[in-house]
């Protein structure tokens, strides 16, 4: 219980208006690369600016290392009650008649908090709260069967193409992880059938045109070593890995938007980009994502 927390190492910061307490900013999460939870802590709150406008308003999912990244972690959904206050809620009703109380991340004190409750990786929802059944994003997950990210490339450059073909603007983004994210903005019009309909269809064409490079076949045995293209994601409740997020891999890697130029590098690969040297890429480029709300196109149902 909280009351069996005791008070030491545990420390108060700033962050914005808001107090949040840290306790254990000494814990290794991170065995391989020696990365503490204040190290964290402290690239969250940096990062803040640019991943913010991308988790906005929208539900997010924690996923939770208490005992660091060696140890399995867990996805916890539901908002507890001692959370403190400045921590925006949204209730969302579940099909089996309960509420899940989600979080919003909309401030550099909430990321800190949740960093601190050793949330490692945060993962957003596909739509907004002021409007929830309806995505304003697409999202195609490219996941390759091995380790030839080669391929993964590939399929992301074709992707491009016929998502642009649609008169839709394509955006990319490393997972951190084995995979690349290529996602579209859209106008929210359309309920999240529809959206995942629309992405099958796309999906369908690109494997129709390339299918010794990809599938769409769900088991992992059946793949015959093709990148597998999931559309699955586009779904009331699914959620993808947000922006920027750090994914529990031995030096912190993290999700990167990307531009496209990167995807035509050889040398790419999923967890190039980490909390050390992300600032770097930062200082010179700005955000790969910075003007996708600007991109909001309407789709052409077939």
Same mark, same amino acid.
Not at 29 to 42: A, G, H, V, W, Y
Not at 198 to 225: D, M, P, S, V, W
């Given at each position: 219980?909280?009351? !069996?927390?005791?008070?030491?190492?545990? @420390?108060?910061?700033?962050?914005?208006?808001?107090?949040?307490?840290?306790? =254990?900013?000494?814990?290794?999460?991170?065995?391989?690369?020696?990365?503490?939870?204040?190290?964290?802590?402290?690239?969250?709150?940096?990062?803040?600016?640019?991943?913010?406008?991308?988790?906005?308003?929208?539900?997010?999912?924690?996923?939770?290392?208490?005992?660091?990244?060696?140890?399995?972690?867990?996805?916890?959904?539901?908002?507890?009650?001692?959370?403190?206050?400045?921590?925006?809620?949204?209730?969302?009703?579940?099909?089996?008649?309960?509420?899940?109380?989600?979080?919003?991340?909309?401030?550099?004190?909430?990321? %800190?908090?949740?960093?601190?409750?050793?949330?490692?990786?945060?993962?957003?929802?596909?739509?907004?709260?002021?409007?929830?059944? =309806?995505?304003?994003?697409?999202?195609? !997950?490219?996941?390759?069967?091995?380790?030839?990210?080669?391929?993964?490339?590939?399929?992301?450059?074709?992707?491009?193409?016929?998502?642009?073909?649609?008169?839709?603007?394509?955006?990319?983004?490393?997972?951190?992880?084995?995979?690349?994210?290529?996602?579209?903005?859209?106008?929210?019009?359309?309920?999240?059938?529809?959206?995942?309909?629309? %992405?099958?269809?796309? %999906? @369908?064409?690109?494997?129709?045109?390339?299918?010794?490079?990809?599938?769409?076949?769900?088991?992992?045995?059946?793949?015959?070593?093709?990148?597998?293209?999931?559309?699955?994601?586009?779904?009331?409740?699914?959620?993808?890995?947000?922006?920027?997020?750090?994914?529990?891999?031995?030096?912190?890697?993290?999700?990167?938007?990307?531009?496209?130029?990167?995807?035509?590098?050889?040398?790419?690969?999923?967890?190039?980009?980490?909390?050390?040297?992300?600032?770097?890429?930062?200082?010179?480029?700005?955000?790969?994502?910075?003007?996708?709300? @600007?991109?909001?196109?309407?789709?052409?149902?077939?």
């Amino acid at each position: 219980s909280l009351n !069996d927390i005791k008070e030491v190492d545990m @420390t108060r910061i700033k962050v914005g208006k808001y107090n949040v307490s840290i306790s =254990h900013e000494s814990k290794v999460l991170f065995p391989e690369s020696k990365i503490t939870k204040k190290q964290l802590i402290d690239y969250y709150i940096r990062i803040a600016p640019y991943m913010l406008p991308h988790i906005k308003d929208r539900p997010v999912a924690m996923q939770r290392f208490p005992e660091g990244i060696g140890n399995e972690g867990f996805y916890h959904k539901n908002v507890p009650n001692y959370f403190p206050r400045f921590i925006q809620r949204f209730p969302i009703a579940r099909s089996d008649g309960g509420i899940v109380q989600y979080i919003m991340v909309n401030t550099q004190a909430t990321l %800190a908090y949740l960093v601190n409750y050793n949330c490692i990786t945060l993962h957003a929802w596909l739509s907004r709260v002021d409007r929830i059944t =309806h995505p304003d994003r697409i999202i195609f !997950d490219l996941d390759p069967s091995g380790h030839n990210f080669d391929d993964v490339r590939i399929v992301a450059l074709y992707l491009r193409e016929e998502i642009m073909s649609h008169n839709l603007s394509p955006y990319v983004m490393s997972t951190g992880n084995r995979g690349l994210h290529v996602i579209t903005p859209i106008i929210r019009t359309y309920p999240f059938d529809a959206v995942r309909a629309f %992405a099958l269809k796309i %999906a @369908t064409t690109l494997q129709r045109n390339h299918k010794q490079l990809c599938t769409l076949e769900i088991h992992k045995e059946k793949r015959e070593g093709k990148v597998f293209i999931d559309i699955l994601r586009n779904a009331f409740g699914q959620t993808s890995v947000a922006p920027y997020a750090v994914r529990a891999t031995p030096h912190a890697s993290i999700a990167c938007p990307l531009q496209w130029s990167d995807v035509e590098d050889p040398n790419l690969y999923s967890s190039r980009y980490t909390i050390a040297n992300i600032w770097d890429r930062l200082d010179y480029y700005g955000d790969a994502w910075g003007l996708i709300n @600007t991109h909001k196109k309407r789709l052409r149902l077939m």
